[in-house]
């Protein structure tokens, strides 16, 4: 099998194709590309906050390359690299590929599936982990994988295809920009578990119900995970709705963690509003609300209802 840049891109092209590059890659090279990904990004005028995150990405993903591809242990026919970059909808779309030995897709496919289970909240902490150590730790991604990851805001895609008895091509997909399949979610309500309603583009969050499910931190952890997600792109107000006619001791912690989550977006001068309805009457649930307000620093709005 050889490798197919023409194929490749009929079958994982997205958009419009601004970048390409596909053929031996040397450290030479590397300079010379990142001049011409710049150049042709400076093009793209309506994304401008994300062209420079995108051109140190494909500098991390080529110098990467480098370090992966073996390539002086390669055979001449396939020591060829790719780099594609696309562009669609105000998100960009990066694909890498490289001939690597068969003996270490283990230790990479490791490194990946390890970057790929961090929560945005623990990327900076095993970053700056890894700065301290000064080295790539023998048992996690190293700082480039990690670095990547953290510039895309965005879990890899990957493959591994056969090329030779001991050769395969790894190809890499990174997606810069809101992944629009995490955009919102919604969770049906149980007689023990809220409704959740959560959209990223309209900047609103919102539970409603009861909250006492038996393990709390197990349901609540998609909508913190999703949170953290949110940070990286908040918009620029965000509305949090707490209609809860009842929350035990577990549920009332994970609120309050995902109400400190929140306090980051306001750090970045973005504004947030909590609305805490409660029933007429309901003292308890009126205090509960009170206590957030005294503990994080976000705006609150108690409404009073007959009904929730």
Wanted: hydrophobic share 40%; glycine share 6%; aromatic share 10%.
């Amino acid at each position: 099998m050889h490798i197919d840049a023409e194929e490749i891109k009929e079958k994982y092209g997205q958009g419009r194709l601004i970048f390409e590059y596909f053929g031996e890659l040397t450290q030479e090279l590397v300079p010379f590309l990142f001049e011409r990904i710049e150049k042709n990004l400076a093009g793209e005028e309506h994304v401008l906050n994300k062209v420079r995150r995108i051109a140190k990405i494909c500098l991390e993903i080529l110098q990467n390359t480098l370090h992966y591809q073996d390539r002086h242990e390669l055979p001449p026919e396939v020591r060829k690299s790719l780099l594609l970059i696309y562009a669609k909808d105000g998100q960009f779309f990066i694909i890498s590929g490289n001939s690597i030995q068969k003996a270490n897709l283990l230790k990479l496919h490791g490194r990946l599936s390890k970057a790929n289970r961090l929560k945005a909240s623990e990327l900076e902490k095993v970053y700056l982990q890894i700065l301290d150590e000064d080295e790539l730790r023998s048992d996690g991604a190293g700082l480039g994988i990690i670095e990547i990851m953290r510039k895309s805001q965005n879990k890899f895609r990957y493959e591994f295809f056969d090329l030779q008895e001991e050769i395969s091509f790894f190809l890499l997909e990174c997606l810069v920009g809101r992944d629009k399949s995490r955009e919102t979610l919604e969770i049906i309500p149980t007689a023990e578990t809220p409704m959740v309603h959560l959209n990223a583009p309209k900047g609103i969050m919102s539970l409603s119900g009861r909250s006492i499910p038996h393990n709390a931190i197990s349901f609540y952890r998609p909508i913190l995970e999703w949170f953290d997600d949110y940070l990286a792109e908040a918009q620029e107000h965000t509305e949090i709705t707490v209609k809860l006619e009842y929350l035990n001791t577990s549920s009332s912690k994970c609120l309050l963690e995902l109400l400190k989550k929140a306090e980051q977006i306001v750090e970045g001068s973005r504004s947030v509003e909590v609305k805490w309805y409660f029933e007429s009457g309901d003292d308890d649930m009126q205090e509960v609300g009170e206590d957030y307000a005294l503990i994080v620093n976000l705006p609150f709005e108690f409404v009073e209802v007959q009904q929730i």
